[in-house]
């Protein structure tokens, strides 16, 4: 029974990462560029949906309104303002700036908020829901349920719209989706629009199911990252998959591992991913 | 003339490759740039595309200056290049290769009638249209990059290098489908290294050398053993 709990709390964990990393997969696809200031551009997203609250009096659940445009607007700057004026330089530069972007997140976030945890309530706060007979916090159910949804419509968008062909031609073939009369900065800028854009539609809600401290961030963006690369980065499917794993090695881990072991394993998962196959690891940093 | 270049002066980086190119392509005709390698053929279809900057010069394209225009403004004007080696996109099928062709087109409507229309003159692609199109052949890859350019309703159609390592069957394919499109007096400038291709192609020609024109061949059909080879070697 408790092997079937924490089973179910993997898989609602995995599919809630697997959404965050999906903007992290999409805007490296489109642009070959890994965001490292992802896990911080959504901590930014969960404390902008705590100053909504606190001073427009706005349930996390309704924020996002006003949060995602938010978010995908910065998304769509720091692709035009920091990551193009510089990525044709070397890569480690983008690599330098984005980790830059986090740490100077981070000291916006601990300036104007201070260390305290803090935490975001919504009207689903405090109840619980059971999902196959193991109880949930109702807040993480929603944010399970929003993902899966985020993660069916970007699947259906990239298969199946014309902004999911630009995405993928640009992808495949720069100078060839160029000559098809694609402008590539322009769908690249949306793309880094769309998948900043998404941690604000999730970010208030894991607002009320994770505690916010200014330097989250950076685990945010280790997490994704692992996952991201256990996915192998090229298409939704093997981000959700990847997504499960993690998630379902993070909460089992923590069931079963003496002490705060459990924390490790994701870490392990990757260390044993890039191990059996580091093939995949070096195709992602040599891709352009 | 439809399209004219002149006095173009062109280059990567710091490095010249072009020297005062003029070309002039009218309505209908089918035009080849001949020369040995590094001659600056390759540039000069990019030029014209958009992929490679003016440095000196101007392009005009039916009355218009399109100098400062980027690849998919030129696009979206109808001028259209066939990259050399095909570069189709391999993980999308052959339908969404053609479609990502046709994004010009507004209108889903005009799509779907000029995928009809390509079809029916691609047919082998029709029965390959769900494969991915990284997993065709050489030749294959080819029709699809050709058929993506016209999926754009291409004013010229810009090839470059469009039989470079295709097998000899496949080859004779391709020239089957150029001299189709030319029998509808679709407007080709084609860069070609298989003489005999451009020959029975092209109704004229210019040849260039270290970026440079040294001659037009007003009518392919006169030019002589003599001055091809001169025009190849130098």
């Given at each position: 029974m408790l092997l079937f709990a924490g089973i179910i709390q993997g898989v609602v964990l995995g599919v809630i990462l697997a959404l965050v990393t999906s903007g992290m997969v999409l805007v490296y696809r489109a642009t070959g560029v890994i965001n490292f200031a992802h896990g911080s551009l959504m901590a930014l997203a969960m404390y902008a949906a705590y100053d909504v609250r606190r001073y427009g009096g706005v349930d996390p659940l309704l924020s996002w309104v006003a949060v995602a445009p938010l978010m995908g607007f910065i998304g769509w700057g720091v692709f035009r303002w920091i990551v193009r004026p510089i990525r044709d330089r070397h890569h480690l530069l983008v690599v330098q700036a984005l980790l830059g972007l986090s740490f100077v997140i981070e000291a916006f976030l601990l300036m104007r908020y201070g260390a305290d945890l803090r935490s975001v309530g919504n009207v689903f706060s405090g109840r619980v829901i059971r999902l196959m007979g193991?109880?949930?916090?109702?807040?993480?159910?929603?944010?399970?349920?929003?993902?899966?949804?985020?993660?069916?419509?970007?699947?259906?968008?990239?298969?199946?719209?014309?902004?999911?062909?630009?995405?993928?031609?640009i992808a495949a073939d720069e100078m060839a989706a160029e000559l098809a009369g694609i402008s590539v900065t322009g769908v690249e800028g949306q793309v880094w629009c769309v998948g900043v854009g998404i941690l604000g539609l999730v970010g208030p809600l894991l607002a009320g199911v994770f505690k916010l401290t200014p330097d989250m961030g950076l685990r945010y963006t280790i997490l994704a990252l692992v996952v991201l690369i256990v996915g192998g980065g090229r298409t939704m499917a093997a981000t959700v998959a990847s997504g499960l794993l993690v998630g379902l090695s993070e909460t089992l881990g923590l069931l079963y591992l003496p002490g705060s072991y459990g924390g490790l394993t994701p870490y392990a998962l990757l260390a044993v991913v890039l191990m059996a196959r580091p093939a995949v690891a070096a195709r992602m940093v040599r891709q352009r | 003339m439809?399209?004219?270049?002149?006095?173009?002066?062109?280059?990567y980086g710091k490095v010249p490759v072009l020297h005062g190119v003029a070309l002039g392509v009218a309505a209908g005709e089918c035009v080849a740039i001949l020369g040995p390698n590094n001659a600056g053929k390759s540039t000069l279809l990019k030029v014209l595309s958009g992929l490679v900057g003016v440095w000196r010069g101007n392009l005009q394209f039916e009355g218009a200056d399109i100098t400062p225009d980027g690849p998919s403004e030129r696009v979206r004007r109808g001028l259209?290049?066939?990259?050399?080696?095909?570069?189709?996109?391999?993980?999308?099928?052959?339908?969404?290769?053609?479609?990502?062709?046709?994004?010009?087109?507004?209108?889903?409507?005009?799509?779907?009638?000029?995928?009809?229309?390509?079809?029916?003159s691609f047919k082998p692609l029709y029965e390959l249209r769900h494969r991915?199109?990284?997993?065709?052949?050489?030749?294959?890859?080819?029709?699809?990059?050709?058929?993506?350019?016209?999926?754009?309703?291409?004013?010229?159609?810009?090839?470059?290098?469009?039989?470079?390592?295709?097998?000899?069957?496949?080859?004779?394919?391709?020239?089957?489908?150029?001299?189709?499109?030319?029998?509808?007096?679709?407007?080709?400038?084609?860069?070609?290294?298989?003489?005999?291709?451009?020959?029975?192609?092209?109704?004229?020609?210019?040849?260039?050398?270290?970026?440079?024109?040294?001659?037009?061949?007003?009518?392919?059909?006169?030019?002589?053993?003599?001055?091809?080879?001169?025009?190849?070697?130098?």
């Open positions: 193991v109880g949930v916090e109702m807040t993480r159910a929603v944010a399970f349920v929003v993902s899966l949804a985020g993660l069916g419509g970007l699947g259906l968008a990239l298969k199946h719209s014309d902004w999911g062909r630009r995405l993928r031609a | 439809l399209l004219e270049a002149r006095a173009i002066d062109a280059g259209i290049q066939v990259p050399e080696g095909r570069h189709v996109f391999p993980d999308l099928t052959v339908a969404e290769n053609l479609i990502v062709g046709g994004l010009r087109l507004g209108s889903h409507r005009a799509r779907r009638a000029r995928l009809e229309r390509v079809y029916d991915p199109a990284g997993m065709l052949s050489g030749g294959e890859q080819q029709l699809v990059a050709i058929a993506r350019g016209l999926m754009a309703e291409p004013r010229v159609l810009m090839l470059d290098e469009p039989s470079l390592g295709l097998s000899p069957v496949a080859v004779d394919l391709v020239f089957g489908t150029l001299l189709g499109l030319k029998q509808e007096s679709l407007t080709m400038i084609v860069v070609e290294q298989n003489v005999q291709f451009c020959f029975d192609l092209a109704s004229r020609g210019y040849v260039l050398r270290q970026g440079r024109v040294v001659s037009q061949v007003e009518a392919m059909e006169h030019l002589t053993a003599d001055a091809l080879r001169q025009a190849y070697l130098g």
